[in-house]
């Protein structure tokens, strides 16, 4: 007995109406097409329907047929498909009877199944000529199957496999533009890729193998992206790249990179994006990113770096984003840092930071919107923040215990300021420590404040007054929900600061429902100590 389970989706102008009648069957109309979906259980299921109405296209077309299927032939008989989904079937082979006499397909999903090998030249001839994608992901390929006749084949997904050999790669004459085959057991790429290949391959994705060595790359010379994530490789050399001047994404991230060679990078202009995180890197050199003038995103996370020198990054006037965190960062250098007019994004988080150049980084990073501080050793906040949209001093170890006068100013921006103190247990305000000088600073934003719950307890009510001078509108979060009993959540103390939208959130009990009969006082002005000059 044949188990079958499927489900369409037929996209097709129609006059006869009597498949809307079928059992399983519905129509619908949107925007001017017609659209039919079935939920069958047979193969006579098919028929019945194609008996009801004829139907020439299909564009999305889900069949489920089990490890059984010797009487599945000619089943897309005269159809076009645009997208086929026979993946998750428990499908040990697929027959290419299944195929005889269809029309066109364009794009095949046969992942999650338990497929050992493919031969899909044995396809029908259709089949052949007008697939576009094929995906094969999580199967267990041994190697990559042979695509002759595949000349319109574009895609190909053989990730999550048991792949080893790229042999078929040296004959490929399928124009692909992206291969996937990430999740394999590839050690090595020293092939002679197909002409073919050279000429169409955009996009090649090798995560997560076993690949020590990147052979003959350079071949691939119209490579855009390259990943190569989770693999083996060691040390990086002159000839690494060499040959890939197209290349604008590459991803080196979690490899065992400890050498980089001076000019490994040169060949690469038009690099957009470069991730070497998590690596064993100790330092960056000027010379590594010399011939990188187009690089817009930089990750060096999770490294073993201990100094920086932002000179070093000087020749990358286009970088928007530069990632540092999870290293050994004892101390970082501006005193000769310049062209950092477009960085939007500094994460230094998780590193041995002790103290930074506040008004050095933010003279050199004057459009910076996002700064990533936090689980360092500081024990001082910055006095200015320029365009900064977003900061995160959370967690310094205990070593974060005051915020001066004056602090957090910022100019130029009349977006969100979102500012995290939480994890510093110690924190105290003095009396004026929002005070800005109201002509030197936007008095038209808004602001997140994230405290522990023990900060904000220790802050006077009239502190925070002050945040109503030069924001429309204050939220403060902490680590933890709070009960009635506790300073923050009084009703007088709540009321107080909502009449300077300033709200406390999602930690006190709700406001209206314990909050009767509460009147509103403000005795601040008469406390000369928290009065701003």
């Known amino acids: ?20 009648m079928l059992r399983g069957c519905s129509c619908e109309n949107d925007s001017g097409y017609d659209y039919v979906t079935c939920f069958l259980d047979s193969i006579d299921d098919l028929n019945r329907v194609e008996a009801g109405q ?13 490890t059984n299927v010797t009487r599945a032939e000619k089943i897309f008989s005269g ?122 391959l955009s996009n090649l994705v090798l995560n997560s193998n076993s690949i020590a060595e990147l052979g003959n790359l350079a071949s691939l010379g119209q490579l855009a992206s390259l990943q190569l994530s989770g693999n083996r490789l060691a040390a990086l050399t ?7 001047s197209k290349l604008t994404q590459l991803d080196l991230s979690h490899n065992l990179i400890a050498t980089i060679s001076n000019d490994t990078f040169d060949s690469l202009a038009q690099l ?74 500094l994460r230094l988080s998780e590193n041995k930071l002790e103290a930074i150049d506040y008004a050095r980084l933010f003279g050199v990073m004057k459009n910076l919107k996002m700064l990533y501080l936090e689980s360092n050793y500081l024990n001082e906040v910055p006095k200015y923040l320029a365009s900064l949209i977003k900061l995160d001093l959370s967690n310094q170890h205990d070593r974060l215990t005051h915020v001066p006068d004056g602090a957090f100013a910022r100019y130029d921006t009349s977006v969100l300021l979102r500012i995290n103190l939480s994890k510093n247990y110690s924190l105290k305000f003095s009396n004026r420590s929002f005070c800005v000088n109201k002509k030197q600073t936007d008095s038209n934003f808004f602001m997140d404040l994230v405290l522990s719950s023990d900060s904000l307890a220790s802050i006077d009510k009239c502190v925070l007054k002050q945040l109503s001078i030069n924001h429309r509108r204050v939220r403060i979060f902490t680590e933890s929900v709070l009960d009635e009993n506790e300073s923050v959540c009084n009703c007088e103390y709540r009321l107080f600061l909502a009449h300077y939208s300033i709200l406390i959130k999602d930690i006190c009990p709700r406001f209206k429902t314990y909050c009767k009969n509460v009147k509103f006082k403000d005795d601040c002005d008469s406390r000369s100590e928290f009065v701003c000059l």
């Open 1 to 20: 007995m044949n188990s079958f389970v499927f489900f369409l989706f037929i996209f097709v102008h129609f006059e006869c109406k009597d498949i809307c």
């Open 54 to 66: 004829k139907v020439d296209f299909i564009d999305t077309f889900t069949l489920k047929l089990g």
């Open 79 to 200: 159809l076009s498909i645009n997208i086929l989904f026979m993946d998750g079937s428990s499908l040990q082979s697929v027959s290419p009877r299944i195929f005889d006499s269809i029309h066109s397909i364009k794009n095949i999903y046969l992942s999650n199944n338990f497929l050992s090998a493919i031969d899909l030249n044995l396809f029908d001839n259709n089949f052949k000529y007008s697939i576009e994608s094929i995906v094969l992901k999580n199967n267990s390929l041994d190697k990559v199957p042979s695509l002759s006749g595949l000349n319109n084949l574009i895609y190909l997904d053989l990730g999550s496999n048991l792949i080893e050999d790229l042999s078929e790669m040296e004959a490929c004459q399928s124009p692909l533009d992206t291969i996937d085959l990430s999740n394999n057991s590839i050690a090595h790429l020293n092939y002679n890729f197909s002409p073919q290949l050279k000429a169409s």
């Open 238 to 244: 002159a000839f690494s790249f060499r040959g890939l």
């Open 272 to 345: 957009s994006m470069l991730d070497l995180s998590h690596n064993r890197i100790e330092l960056v050199h000027s010379v590594h990113l010399k011939k990188l003038p187009n690089l817009q995103k930089l990750f060096l996370q999770s490294n073993r770096i201990k100094h920086v020198d932002f000179s070093l990054f000087n020749g990358q006037s286009l970088l928007y984003v530069l990632d540092l965190s999870e290293n050994q960062i004892e101390n970082i250098d501006f005193s000769d840092a310049s062209n950092f007019d477009n960085l939007q994004l």
